[in-house]
């Protein structure tokens, strides 16, 4: 599939979603979006377009497709079906160390009355522990005593449980893209090369 879904977002009815591949066929200029810059920015969207800077972007209103862009980092979705609302998170290292999960849960509850624990959440692909060896000054954000291989996955998990949601709440979608090259873009494997691959989710009614 160029497209991929979880199985826990497939339930509600009243949204649609997706973690692109390399082979998908998904137009960004559509969706709101924004430019990232590796932070715990969230940003509420109104409409398709470039929302400012941040790594997080959240709405409640029906038709507008919230999007991030990766190639490694991984993209998160957040559905909360109490209040119908949404997000989409970018969580590099930087933003995951930032706890971007966690400010953008944060904002949810804010801007829509969002509690954390009716939250689904769904990580899709990103580059794996068996692939992302980090050295000492990364690794010490994350608690590890020394260099070693991080796992993004985890840590978001880690986090969004933290945050008030159920274990069972959580679903990760999707290979390693350092090693799956024939279905997805890494920017560390290919550095400048690599292009990028865009996640949405939206409220259809």
Request: glycine letters at 10%; proline letters at 4%.
């Amino acid at each position: 599939m160029s497209v991929l879904t979880a199985s826990l977002l497939e339930r509600l009815d009243w949204l649609e979603h997706g973690f692109g591949t390399r082979h998908a066929n998904l137009d960004q200029a559509t969706m709101a979006s924004l430019k990232q810059i590796h932070s715990n920015i969230s940003l509420a969207a109104h409409g398709p377009g470039c929302a400012g800077e941040g790594d997080a972007l959240l709405t409640s209103e029906p038709g507008v497709a919230v999007s991030v862009r990766t190639a490694d980092c991984f993209p998160i979705l957040l559905a909360d079906p109490n209040t119908r609302a949404v997000a989409a998170v970018h969580a590099g290292w930087r933003g995951t160390a930032a706890g971007v999960v966690r400010a953008s849960l944060t904002r949810m509850r804010s801007e829509f009355g969002t509690d954390p624990r009716n939250v689904f959440a769904a990580i899709g692909p990103g580059i794996g522990a068996c692939c992302y060896e980090v050295g000492i000054e990364v690794a010490r954000q994350f608690g590890m005593p020394e260099a070693g291989n991080l796992d993004l996955a985890a840590e978001n998990r880690r986090q969004l449980i933290a945050a008030g949601l159920k274990p069972d709440s959580i679903e990760v979608v999707g290979d390693c893209t350092f090693c799956t090259p024939a279905r997805f873009f890494s920017w560390r494997r290919d550095q400048d090369r690599a292009g990028r691959m865009i996640s949405f989710i939206r409220v259809t009614a």
